[in-house]
């Protein structure tokens, strides 16, 4: 059978467990030869007992673990040919030709230079005499499938990425658990939510918490944001509200692109209204915990389309990304969304906040 290796790099996120379940069990049903590969790219570059062959058996008890069980790192080495080189043996030795990546978009970019590469990095081999002639030319093609993984829901090209709802789940827990608290002392509170440049969650969270101001990096507020955000919560408490919610995405920034943060919110509200004040960091209490109902069978379709797609692969089919569109698992041009991904990032870092819309909501 087809040498098949699965490997989660970059963040850890809810229900990835699930997607490399379901890697191996749909790998080992079509009759591949399935493999974890530990520790992200460090383990492809280290070898030996980071690549160990799965069974079906090994991926019992995990579907709703959240992180990942075959650990995740960031790994300088495979960002250097050298380290790349040292991979493609372990890979080759092994008769391993297909990945299953499951990462960020900056995961997603290694595996697709990795591929690129492929050729001239066991013609090396083959010069140093690290590989055979023979492996040489029983190799000729790294297939690569990606699932994105991150509870930031940052990555262009599907709806949800792994691990996104759960993280809303923690974040809706804690909100709640908040409000009773904020209720009883008339108080309000200032959340900081995850999500690095995108303010997804923190939008959501702040629909569905009945949240008084949200602060998300993709709309900066006006100049005059510290009247507008008090004049809100006093309009509320006049109302006969007795707390307010502030959520604040750790992305946030005003108009010139500098941060927003917590304490400078509540720095306006103390010094203005002299309300009993209070700010809660969620910080990776938002990544951990079990995965949601949603992320187990996004991860378990993710994980199932992510084989078929190299099993189904010819040998110009380039590198793709499994995602959602809808109710639908497709495959699209992994570069393609990585490119347009990035182009949200420099958008914002342009200022230019239409633009990254626009180009996020293209996905
Ligand atoms: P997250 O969204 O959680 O940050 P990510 O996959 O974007 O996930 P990165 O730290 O950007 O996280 O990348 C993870 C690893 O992928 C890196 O440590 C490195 O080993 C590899 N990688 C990233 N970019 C490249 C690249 N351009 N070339 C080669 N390898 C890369």
């Known amino acids: 059978g087809k040498g098949v290796a699965v490997f989660t790099s970059g963040g850890d996120s809810q229900g ?17 030869k399935v493999f974890f590969i530990k520790e992200g790219y460090q383990g492809m570059v280290d070898g030996g007992n980071n690549i160990v062959e799965a069974n079906w058996a090994s991926v019992s008890g995990i579907i709703h673990r959240g992180g990942t069980v075959i650990g995740s790192a960031r790994c300088q080495d495979f ?14 030795e092994r008769g391993i030709t297909n990945l299953v990546v499951i990462g960020g978009d900056g995961s997603l970019t290694g595996a697709n230079l990795f591929r690129q590469e492929w050729t001239s990095l066991l013609d090396e081999l083959l010069q140093n005499s690290q590989i055979t002639q023979e492996q040489r030319q029983k190799y000729p093609i790294l297939h690569i499938a990606g699932i994105v993984g991150s509870i ?5 090209g599907t709806d949800m990425t792994v691990g996104t709802d759960s993280a809303l789940h923690r974040i809706i827990e804690a909100v709640d658990a908040i409000v009773s608290t904020a209720y009883s002392h008339q108080r309000t509170f200032i959340m900081e939510v995850m999500g690095r440049h995108c303010g997804y969650l923190s939008l959501i969270t702040a629909v569905t918490s009945e949240a008084d101001y949200v602060f998300i990096p993709e709309s900066p507020p006006f100049e005059d944001w510290p009247k507008r955000l008090c004049d809100k919560l006093e309009q509320e408490r ?3 509200q007795r707390l307010n919610i502030i959520i604040v995405a750790e992305g946030a920034v005003d108009r010139t692109g500098k941060p ?5 919110v509540k720095k306006v509200v103390v010094d203005n209204l002299h309300q009993d004040t209070r700010i809660t960091v969620l910080g990776h209490v938002q990544r951990g915990g079990n995965s949601s109902a949603f992320d187990r069978v996004l991860g378990c379709r993710m994980g199932a389309e992510a084989v078929l797609a190299l099993m189904e692969a010819t040998d110009d089919t380039e590198a793709c990304v499994v995602s959602l569109e809808g109710n639908q698992a497709v495959r699209l041009p992994l570069m393609d969304c990585v490119l347009r991904t990035k182009a949200v990032a420099q958008a914002m870092a342009d200022k230019n906040w239409e633009l990254a819309v626009e180009l996020r909501g293209k996905s």
């Open 238 to 240: 006049q109302a006969g």
């Open 260 to 264: 927003i943060t917590a304490e400078q």
């Open 79 to 92: 960002r250097e040919r050298p380290g790349r080189l040292k991979a493609a043996k372990n890979l080759v």
């Open 152 to 156: 930031d829901n940052d990555f262009c």
């Open 16 to 32: 990835m467990n699930a997607a490399v379940r379901a890697c191996v069990r749909m790998g080992i049903y079509l009759g591949c």
